[in-house]
C-alpha cells in the first residue's frame, strides 16, 4: 500500500483494523502451503483456501480505502522504483 499521502493516524488506525485481518491471511497461507506440499492436494481444499484468502485481501483493500490508503500501482515506469513495488 502507498502510505505516502497518509496521516500518522491514519495509518495507525488502518494498522490496529487490519492486523486480526493480517494474521488470519498469513493462517491461510500457511495452511494453503500445507496442502499444497502432500503428495495429492485435496483440490477443493485449495480452492476453498485460495477463495478465502481473497476475500480476506478484498477486506483488506475496504479497509484501506476506508483510511485513503492506496495500493502501490505495479508496472513499467521510469525512475527508482521501476517495475512496482513496496514505496
Known sequence: YDT?????????????????????????SAELQKEYIKTQPDP???????KEMIDLNTELQK???????????????KGKRRGGGWK
Open 63 to 77: 479497509i484501506a480505502n476506508k483510511y485513503g490508503i492506496e495500493p502501490v500501482k505495479y508496472g513499467r515506469g
Open 44 to 50: 477443493d481444499t485449495v480452492a476453498k483456501l485460495q
Open 4 to 28: 505516502s499521502s497518509v496521516s500518522k493516524e491514519a495509518l495507525a488506525s488502518f494498522n490496529e483494523e487490519a492486523a486480526p485481518l493480517r494474521v488470519r491471511l498469513i493462517d491461510k
